[in-house]
């Protein structure tokens, strides 16, 4: 009997050596994690913290958001059914994210003593000194969160302007190409961002395009699928592999321009949604690009793309929260003035409580968002934030606006209002720029590396 006790007790013993080592007891404390420990804010009193809630702007990003938001209001409202009708974007509404406006006076404000309320949207983030506006990153979140909220297609020309191609020239250029390119993009040049193909979407760096030296140039062959802006753009950001045997290590970015030979712009898509901004497909044919218009290294455009979408994934969630707060500030005003067995709609507890849940979701989204914006700002890791604004961001505004349709009942499935297209444009936040299960692997991919 003793025997049997012993041998019990040993293979008790086995057992637990098999036991994952994060079973810990009870009384031991949990691990702290990178993601549960909080960063020392220097400078910090015992009056109180040195920071403000997310939700607290500067004099700088109120003036800029009030201004988005008239422009937004006032000459974007009028043509936004037009547009969505006719697949197309007003001439009008391009040159007006390029023009400047009235100029308010602004106390405190960094920019100068007086600021430009009514800024160049294409070129928020560009430095001055190229004609840019020189604001923050998240300044330029909140002018397409605004955009959004009257239409996602003209928030979608600003973000990919700002967030992916300013950007890499600014990153990545030299001060030649700045000089040239930022100035152009600035005032009048719309730029596009050419990575997906008909066999690379999700699996981005399975490209085709090819791109063979000749001399001091390169010679591009192959075709991208579903490029934003190309239809309006002069300025083309182009992925194109230098050496297919190095993989994606080959992939480098090209400067090409609109009226090269051997580059030719497709027949824009019809789409289910944000379909005033355009998007078609290209096609090279010994398209010559002098080696010079290279956008940073030679083999190095795969890092280049990753840090972009990195950043306009922030970008594409400030886009779905301003559309569905858009869809959710037309949709709930109804709901208090319409009239069923006596009694507003809004007055029923079951509305009441599907209300209050959409609301909670939109705050959260739009914290995830704004957090994201400011560990850009202050030079923290981010992709992780990134990643979830945009995944939840998304999932949000496709759930807000399929309630906002319901809670309308057939005023809602109307082409006559508004809500039926906010739904329609929700659509495509779970596919571009990062599709919904690419952001949750990237997302579990940071939090393996984390435990």
């Not at 025997?3 to 079973?23: D, E, I, M």
């Not at 979407?201 to 090819?210: I, Y």
Request: glycine share 8%; charged share 20%.
């Amino acid at each position: 009997m003793e025997g049997a006790l012993v041998r019990l007790l040993r293979g008790s013993a086995l057992l637990r050596g098999n036991y994952p080592t994060c079973l810990c007891s009870w009384k031991t404390p949990p691990r702290a994690l990178k993601s549960s420990q909080p960063e020392a804010l220097l400078g910090m009193t015992s009056e109180g913290l040195p920071c403000a809630p997310l939700q607290t702007f500067t004099n700088e990003e109120m003036m800029i958001k009030n201004s988005v938001k008239k422009f937004a209001q006032e000459q974007v409202a009028p043509l936004v059914s037009t547009m969505d009708e006719n697949s197309k974007m007003e001439k009008s509404i391009i040159q007006g994210l390029f023009q400047q406006g009235d100029i308010l006076p602004c106390r405190n404000c960094s920019l100068d003593l007086r600021f430009l309320v009514a800024l160049q949207l294409m070129a928020i983030n560009i430095d001055a000194k190229y004609g840019g506006t020189g604001a923050s990153f998240f300044s330029l979140i909140l002018a397409v969160e605004e955009l959004a909220k009257v239409d996602a297609s003209v928030a979608l020309l600003c973000d990919v302007q700002n967030t992916v191609v300013n950007k890499l020239i600014e990153n990545h250029g030299t001060e030649e190409q700045k000089a040239a390119y930022l100035t152009m993009l600035a005032t009048e040049t719309v730029g596009s961002f050419c990575l997906s193909e008909a066999g690379s979407g999700s699996d981005s760096f399975a490209l085709k395009t090819r791109a063979d030296k000749k001399g001091d140039y390169y010679i591009i062959n192959g075709s991208k699928m579903w490029i934003t802006n190309a239809e309006y753009a002069d300025l083309f950001l182009v992925m194109a592999n230098v050496d297919p045997a190095m993989g994606y290590k080959g992939i480098t970015c090209f400067l090409v321009h609109r009226d090269t030979e051997g580059f030719c712009i497709g027949r824009p898509e019809n789409k289910l949604g944000v379909r005033a901004s355009s998007t078609c497909p290209l096609t090279f044919e010994n398209v010559k690009v002098p080696e010079a218009n290279i956008l940073g290294q030679v083999g190095h455009g795969y890092k280049y793309a990753i840090g972009s979408l990195n950043e306009g994934r922030i970008g594409i969630a400030a886009q779905m929260l301003g559309l569905a707060q858009g869809c959710f500030d037309y949709t709930v005003p109804y709901t208090k003035e319409r009239i069923q067995f006596g009694k507003r709609l809004f007055d029923f507890q079951g509305l009441q409580h599907q209300v209050a849940q959409v609301a909670t979701q939109l705050e959260a989204a739009r914290l995830l968002t704004y957090n994201a914006a400011r560990l850009v700002e202050g030079r923290k890791l981010f992709i992780k934030e990134a990643a979830m604004a945009k995944y939840y961001a998304s999932e949000v505004a496709g759930l807000t606006t399929s309630k906002c349709i319901e809670w309308m009942g057939g005023v809602g499935y109307s082409r006559d209002y508004p809500v039926e297209k906010y739904f329609r444009d929700a659509k495509i936040g779970t596919i571009y720029e990062g599709a919904s299960n690419i952001q949750l692997n990237t997302i579990a991919k940071l939090i393996d590396a984390q435990y």
